[in-house]
């Protein structure tokens, strides 16, 4: 048998190079991604709507001088028209709706993207230690999950409104406290699955701390399901803002969301059609974009759950 | 020669449900400085469970230990605090595991994973860990070693893998690598490779191996001393070629015989030894081998042979090669 230094002089041959790439899961992932063409257009539009609402509104006020909250009386509620800049129309109020849906669409990506994110932390941290520990501490962290799970949202919702002031962060803790519930038990499963796996042993027996074990080797590998789950969150979030400020529990008035813009718009519709009808199709297109994007980002993470 | 581990009594039980499964049950050995001890069994016998009891490795619960001491280095790792224990993992005492397939984070580059190791224990800079990670892997006979570290384990065949694993084991410079199945999941000619390359770092380096598996001629090549296990016990002891020239317990007997051997008659069909192994939970009384056994008696079925000692190295228990 050759001896390793004349393997290394024999087999290491320039022609290789290119296969001597690292390629990372996530980046075999990401090439997935690219290759799917609604997904990649979903995520085209969710840039532009994302860039739309940050910069709109402001640009807007630049041009024309219209904010989301100055009224106009004496113009009233009018449809759409070019000239003046009123592509959406005006409400009763006169306010121009095109700048007061890019602002309430911003309020939900807000609210959609933080409280997925927190969601997504707060869940896979919890869920990691739990299915690391196990034991007693997996079952009294789990039993803490079943009894949130147990509360009924709504109601949970309306004691915090009726006990603190009705705010956007009020609504951050409402959403984010049964958003990482779901994340926790999908990240806990894999856990508890990975931890048996041979490369977790390995690094015990190199001496690995059991912090290191969590954080670099188990919580990368669920990591997949957490990513999917989150896209699949943001839009879920989004909904339930509509929802809760559609019932007057969210986004207070002047601020427009996209719930309470509807909202007002369901209450007018037979009157003035564009008040509902606009905020619906940026609504519809964002969540609509976004679990494509999201779809898509499984299909890439899992190839295995493709059907084709 | 000096002695590096001795283990003494070592019992590892798992408590089941209903039933209480005895891996292991009374294992006393010792290892030297720079040896090679080969532990061959069947599946079953407690050899894994062994080699994860020398690191305390083995999940408690269910596993527990009535019994035993390991003492390496004058530590006693039964009774090493976490750690300890930790400091010793990976830096005293390394493993190779059997499954070089999944026994590599899929996740993170094998960079990565052998800098995690020298970080951890030598408090190496990342700069410093990753040239030393470098030098190894060239050591273990990977090509163009400074580029393939910045690549996932996927990007590695079997053979490569286990040869990252065989890296990241001997980081530290051990004194002691645990040698689990080395070469169970690889083709023959890997098998080969591996097996030579670790013989030649146990010389270079002066490593003791505690080599195991269920392949006698992995065995024959590499081990000075063999233990041959049995449903958790060494059933005989002896130095590798004694154990082949006069093996004495009829279960080594039987295992010999179950290997095809080259200066046969062709075409003869080999021996098995017939019967499963025990259920580790209801071992048989006496001999756990007794039911297996071609030459039991009734003396076998109820008591536990004693030991009967051939010359200092060699011994094993059996009634029947006491008689």
Redesign the interface.
Known sequence: MATPAQNLNTTSTPAQSNLLEGTSLWRDAWNRLKKNKAAVVCGFVVVFLIIACALGPNLIEWIFGYTYEAQDLSYGAKGPTLRPFHLFGTDFFGRDLLTRVLVGGRVSLKVGLIAATVAAVVGTIYGAVSGFFGGKVDDSMMRFVDVLYALPYMFLVIILVTIFEKSESLLFVALGLVGWLTTARIVRGQVLSLKEQEFIQAARSIGTRNINIIFRHLIPNTLGPVIVYFTLTVPTMILQEAFLSFLGLGIQPPKPSLGTLMNDGANQMLVYWWTIVFPGIFMSLLLFSLNFLGDGVRDALDPKMRKD | MEKLLSVDDLRIYFKLEKSIVKAVDGLSFDLNQGEILGIVGESGSGKSVTC?GL?D?NPQ?PAYYPSGKIVFKGTNIMKATKEQ???????EI??I???PM????????VE?QLC??LI??EGLTADQARKKAIDML????????D??I???P??FSGGMRQRV?IA??LLCRPKLLLADEPTTALDVTIQ??IL??MK?LNREYGTSIILITHDLGVVAGMAERSLVMYAGRIVERASTKDLFQKPKHPYTHALLKSIPRLDEVRGKKLDPIPGLPPDLSNLPGGCSFHPRCPKAVDKCKQTYPDVVTFDPTHNASCWEVSA
């Open positions: 994860l690191m490795l619960p224990l930790r400091k010793i993992r990976g830096n390394s493993m595991f059997q499954d999944s026994s590599l984070n899929p996740f993170l580059t990565t995690e190791v951890e224990h060239a050591r273990v006979g990977i090509p163009s070693p580029r393939r910045t690549q996932y996927h990007q694993m990241m084991a080969a490779q030579d390359l030649e």
